[in-house]
């Protein structure tokens, strides 16, 4: 009897097999989700709200694994059959596991302490997990909201296409909005609109549900009407129009930028501001009109190698560079301050990427560089300098420091490079990783300290000026950054596809037949950290003047780390890949401050999705990338094998 | 006088003596083979002459320029090339760009000039391109030197490698089993294409290889190695009656 008992239970397991996949779903996405909670993670997002005083971001988060749950599971059951009832089974089934793992964890959490191992185990937890309810009813809320989330997430893939599009588009949207509602309030207040006039889309901490209706329209709208519009801009006329119109966008914002920047200069000109304005508004709009009458392709005859009218490139190229100059404007003090970063960090990637993407060197040691950029900098330019003996014979300008600060960076970076000529892979990176610490602790020590003051560092560097104004706030700094950074990407674009940079990409794949190709790898070795390490220090001059006093905790090893990993997650060797990883990994931290401790779980659990799922980055080098063809709204297709 | 002259050549690893005084020449235009079984020291005798090994006795010289000591790119410099028994490409490059990096030496553009955009750059590079795609045609891969060299199929990555030899403009191609693992046909079409580097490039060819059928096909002298030491040399059919080599290849006849 006994046997035969455990036969058929053998047997009902076997066949219950929906039940299992859903099962197994079920208990990761849970897991995760009691990660999320036990780390704290929740309660922060929890601070955060989707839509204003309803739906706070921490709910929408685990309504999504649960959706997810079930979507995995319909996924891997859908492999095996197509009958519904086992496909609704295994979601509905993973999505209330979820609830109940979560249940579980609020039962567990209101009945014992453990405050003692996790620390964010707290009755905050359980009222956020119960959403306020008594836990006894809180516990069949959470398990049926899991599954029919787990039922959804098996449903959506039997919506038609185009709905699935339009509204993971719009929902997409949403969160973005949401999680960047600070940037965005900031960004409106900057435009002349106060937050409390910014009713109609933001209430409380999260969205108002107009605004909520206005971003899923949107989202929405964009992907119903972007094939017409493509149509639309297929046809002569539409080009014309839409052409003319983003030249003309573009002009604008260029003559607004002008405009405000002659003013800094020179206030006197606000006077004849508007004659000037329509001068240059009439002149450039005619200008324009004839490169598009002139332009060739327009008239029917596509490029073939870019399959878009030159005239288009070049509409798209001086929008986006006029854009960004407006930037600073348009976002104001706090937020150029980011993009300040950024752009810094956007420089460095860019050396690193030289040095790691294109030759192949794995050098950890790289802060060192900018270290040597922002101290030969602040040696020249500060005080502090002046008053011990050379009075009179240093304390340059920036912009005579500058070049000595790169220059010396370079040479540094050659300097580094003579004893690592023999070294590969793990062997290069660990003596790198020396080299960076000797010049932290070089610059902290007592031998160095009357130059460079040791632990206090070196206060009081100026600013650069130009003309007669020094660029004193991130804003003006940022147009010093930008222009570096258009300088480096310059240099970048044009070496990648010469005969130095197919030298370095060849030695990276193989550096014996490199050599049996007649390349002498000592010098296109020691080239390649002289021009990384050249970035970099140009960089570190920015950096010092930008901060004016600098120490040097401010070098240390997390700067490597960081720079090496925003060009793995951009992708290496990649030239767009470095902004995209530097807006990642420099750009999202400041957008999202409250997550601040959670920075290093951030990008480790980044690298190491990076390296299952998209190991050449999210801007490969060797993809033709064209824009709109990846939008972010495409979703997470969280299909996975 | 004999394009590349090799005498006494030595070359040991720990006890084992992988070349030993193995004198060898090769005449300006020919076609020669160095065929031994497995283990013999022929591609050892190839990474010595590339410089990728010196030997420790014997002097190679090329031209009358003695190679020993010199490192793999100043030869290249002086017109040796060579592909690999497995296939060494680039792989996460272009076909274009594996036979681009092949001219290396024959281009100057230099840091400034690449920077600043030179007309001279870009001419050098518009000349380079031509030649890459030239040679490109010239073994069969005209029309796929946008493809990355890892996606090409086994045959093509043979010939893309002889490309790449090619561009760097050598005298002396050394080619390391350059049949290995193909088919009859795509046998067929590499020693055409090997002829044809002869006649058409006027190169002097030196070859690994295993499979008669090419050997003897297309050699003008043969050499043959065994346990790093020289055992014959001479014409193919002097070769195949050699009972040496028979015996270095099958073993002695046993009488039961």
């Not at chain 1, 490079?417 to 610490?437: N, Q």
Request: proline residues 4%.
């Amino acid at each position: 009897m006994q046997g035969q008992t455990l036969g058929d239970l053998r047997k009902i397991w076997q066949e219950a097999w929906p039940a299992r996949r859903g099962l197994r779903h079920g208990l990761v996405l849970g897991g995760v989700s009691l990660f999320l909670a036990l780390a704290g993670l929740l309660e922060i997002f929890a601070k955060r709200e989707v839509i204003g005083n309803t739906l706070s971001m921490a709910t929408a988060l685990l309504m999504l694994l649960a959706f997810f749950a079930g979507r995995q599971a319909s996924a891997t059951v859908r492999k095996e059959t197509d009958r519904l009832l086992p496909l609704f089974l295994a979601g509905t089934l993973s999505g209330a596991i979820v609830g109940l793992l979560l249940s579980l964890l609020t039962l567990l959490v209101s009945q014992v302490d453990m405050r003692d191992i996790f620390v964010y185990a707290t009755p905050t937890l359980v009222e956020l997990l119960t959403l306020g309810l008594p836990i006894g009813s809180a516990v069949p809320v959470l398990i049926v909201a899991g599954g029919a989330m787990g039922a959804l997430g098996v449903a959506w893939d039997y919506l038609p296409a185009l709905f699935r599009r339009m509204a993971g588009v719009g929902l997409v949207w949403l969160f973005l909005v949401a999680l960047l509602r600070e940037l965005v309030q900031d960004l409106l207040v900057n435009q002349g609109l106060p937050r409390a006039q910014q009713g109609l889309l933001f209430a409380g901490k999260g969205l108002s549900p107009w605004g909520v209706l206005i971003l899923l329209g949107i989202g929405a709208g964009w992907v119903y009407l972007r094939p017409y519009l493509r149509r639309w801009l297929s046809t002569p006329l539409g080009r014309l129009i839409g052409l003319s119109l983003e030249g003309w966008a573009a002009l604008y914002i260029a003559l607004v930028l002008l405009e405000r920047l002659v003013l800094i200069w020179w206030p006197a000109a606000a006077s004849v501001s508007l004659i000037v304005r329509l001068a240059l508004w009439a002149g450039t709009a005619v200008a324009w009109s004839l490169l598009l009458a002139l332009d060739a392709p327009l008239r029917g005859q596509v490029q073939e190698r870019f399959r878009q009218p030159r005239s288009a490139q070049v509409a798209n190229a001086f929008l986006l560079v006029n854009l960004l100059l407006l930037l600073p404007l348009l976002v104001g003090i706090r937020w150029s301050d980011v993009l300040d970063n950024i752009g810094l960090y956007v420089l460095m990637g860019l050396g690193l990427n030289i040095v790691v993407g294109f030759a192949g060197l794995l050098d950890l040691g790289y802060v060192a560089f900018f270290a040597i950029g922002a101290y030969t900098t602040g040696f020249l330019t500060s005080r502090l300098a002046q008053e011990f003996s050379l009075r009179g014979v240093i304390g340059w300008s920036f912009w005579a420091a500058w070049p000595v600060a790169i220059l010396l960076a370079a040479l540094a970076g050659v300097l580094l490079g003579i004893p690592v000529l023999r070294m590969r892979g793990d062997y290069l990176a660990i003596v790198t990783l020396g080299f960076g610490e000797i010049i932290q602790k070089l610059a902290n020590s007592d031998l160095l300290k009357p130059y460079i003051g040791g632990a206090q560092g070196i206060l009081e560097i100026p600013k650069p000026v130009l003309g007669n104004k020094p660029l004193v706030g991130s804003q003006e700094l940022y147009y010093l950054i930008f222009l570096s950074v258009l300088l480096v990407i310059y240099i970048s674009l044009r070496l990648a596809p010469s005969r130095i940079g197919r030298a370095w990409m060849a030695m990276r794949e193989d550096e014996d037949v490199a050599e049996a190709m007649g390349i002498h790898l000592v010098s296109y070795k020691l080239l390649a950290f002289a021009v990384g390490a050249a970035f970099s220090g140009m960089a570190g001059a920015i950096f010092a003047s930008k901060l004016s006093s600098i120490f040097p905790n401010s070098f240390s090893l997390l700067i490597s780390i960081n720079v090496l990993c925003l060009i793995i997650v951009g992708g290496m060797g990649s030239i767009p890949g470095v902004v995209v990883g530097a807006l990642i990994l420099v750009g999202l931290p400041e957008v999202l401050q409250e997550f601040a401790e959670y920075r290093l779980l951030f990008y480790g659990a980044l690298l190491v999705f990076m390296m299952l799922a998209r190991p050449e980055g999210f801007w490969p080098a060797r993809r033709r990338f064209r824009w709109g063809v990846e939008e972010a709204g495409q979703g997470p297709t969280g299909r996975t094998g | 006088m004999a394009l590349l002259k090799a005498q006494g050549v030595t070359k040991r690893f720990g006890g084992l003596v992988a070349v030993n005084r193995f004198d060898f020449d090769i005449e300006e235009g020919a076609i020669v083979s160095l065929i031994g079984p497995n283990g013999a020291g022929k591609t050892t005798f190839f990474n010595c002459v590339t410089g990728f090994y010196r030997p420790e006795e014997g002097s190679i010289t090329f031209d009358s320029v003695p190679l020993v000591g010199l490192s793999p790119d100043r030869i290249t410099r002086l017109g040796i090339a060579r592909t690999y028994q497995n296939i060494r490409l680039f792989p996460k490059m272009t076909v274009l760009e594996n036979v681009l990096v092949g001219q290396h030496h024959l281009l100057k553009a230099n840091l400034l000039s690449i920077i600043l955009g030179t007309p001279d750059l870009a001419a050098e590079e518009e000349r380079a391109r031509k030649e890459a795609l030239r040679l490109l045609e010239f073994v069969g891969l005209r029309g796929q030197e946008e493809e990355l060299a890892q996606n090409l199929p086994y045959g093509a990555q043979r010939r893309l490698e002889i490309a790449r030899a090619l561009a760097s403009r050598p005298r002396l191609l050394l080619l390391d089993e350059p049949t290995a693992g193909m088919n009859p046909r795509e046998v067929e079409e590499m020693m055409d294409l090997i002829r044809r580097l002869r006649r058409e490039q006027g190169l002097t060819i030196f070859l690994i290889e295993h499979r008669m059928k090419v050997v003897m096909g297309i050699s003008d002298r043969v050499t043959v190695l065994d346990y790093g030491v020289k055992i014959a040399e001479g014409t193919p059919e002097e070769i195949q009656n050699n009972p040496r080599v028979i015996e270095a290849y099958l073993g002695r006849r046993r009488v039961a």
